[in-house]
């Protein structure tokens, strides 16, 4: 789990009252203005030393609960010098911390802790070091098990993200696989097979006491699926009695005709959770995918979580 330091937290921004919070949450950061030094991700060049690998499961999956909680599980993915909040990079979390903030029936940590318990997610980290040299690399994607032997394949997971040795395993510049079909599953019985790439993939991971991994990892990430957001849609529809929650949803049923449809369900993401990263007009696999590709206009929304993970066979 993510160290928390009460102090810090403290002195962040609280959770605004709760519609105003999901309404009206501004960006945690801002495009400042383009720049021409675009750059290829290392994780495309070989290892500069001898790496070997090995693979990890994540069974923890921790979504921000409050502001201060994005805040912490936030990392900066576009490393402008000029950020606001510190340059922490954690919009989505800020929306979904709140959103569960004002439902008594979507919790999407208990929903996701149960899919994983249950084998139904596979999300699995892998990471490269050397015994020759100080080079780490990570990789994040869709793990596999289809015959049943406890050893995953990794079916998918991107550009490596590249650091340096030391204490805690920090490496950027990288891309993902992403399970947006579970982390919008906030009643835990909603969940789609919806998996999207992940830009500019951060970590911030330290080896724990049982032999795991422990700490943050964030990426951006464009246009949402439709599949993705079907756990959310689904629920909204479910959900106009649900407390505060249920006044918004009613709200953004804007034809009147007791159900969230698709369209409604964007036109909220787009007014709640607008893009705060700027990686690159339209950048959608991980050819495109460019160190400082800026043009000036956010075109990806930042996603920071908590997680664990367990070491495990691949194959």
């Given at each position: ?52 690998w090995q693979a990890y499961r994540i069974d ?59 084998g139904r997610l596979h999300w699995v980290l ?99 699926s439709d599949a993705a957001l079907e756990p ?84």
């Open positions: 789990m993510v160290e928390i330091d009460g102090a810090q937290i403290a002195e962040r921004q609280v959770m605004k009252p709760v519609i105003v919070a999901l309404l009206l949450s501004a960006p945690l950061a801002t495009g400042c203005g383009s720049d021409d030094s675009s750059t290829s991700p290392p994780g495309l060049d070989a290892p500069s030393c001898t790496m070997t923890l999956v921790t979504v921000p609960r409050s502001a201060a909680e994005a805040t912490l599980f936030g990392l900066d993915l576009d490393e402008y010098t000029n950020d606001s909040n510190d340059g922490i990079d954690n919009h989505l979390g800020v929306t979904l911390g709140t959103l569960l903030g004002l439902s008594g029936s979507w919790d999407v940590n208990a929903a996701i802790a149960a899919h994983l318990a249950a892998q990471v490269g070091t050397c015994f020759d040299g100080d080079e780490v690399r990570t990789r994040l994607g869709r793990g596999v098990d289809v015959d049943a032997d406890g050893a995953f394949e990794l079916a998918a997971a991107g550009i490596a993200a590249v650091g340096t040795r030391g204490a805690r395993l920090v490496t950027a510049h990288g891309t993902a696989r992403v399970p947006f079909g579970f982390l919008f599953d906030g009643r835990g019985d909603l969940a789609t097979d919806a998996w999207q790439v992940g830009f500019a993939l951060t970590t911030d991971l330290r080896v724990e006491a049982d032999g795991g991994l422990g700490g943050k990892l964030g990426f951006g990430v464009g246009q949402l959310m849609r689904a629920y909204a529809t479910t959900a106009f009695n649900d407390g505060a929650a249920g006044e918004f949803w009613q709200d953004a049923d804007i034809d009147r005709d007791g159900t969230i449809s698709t369209a409604e369900l964007r036109g909220v993401v787009d007014r709640v959770a607008p893009p705060d990263l700027d990686l690159g007009e339209r950048i959608e696999d991980d050819a495109g995918y460019r160190i400082g590709d800026l043009d000036g206009t956010n075109d990806h929304l930042s996603l920071g979580i908590a997680i664990h993970a367990t070491p495990v066979a691949i194959e």
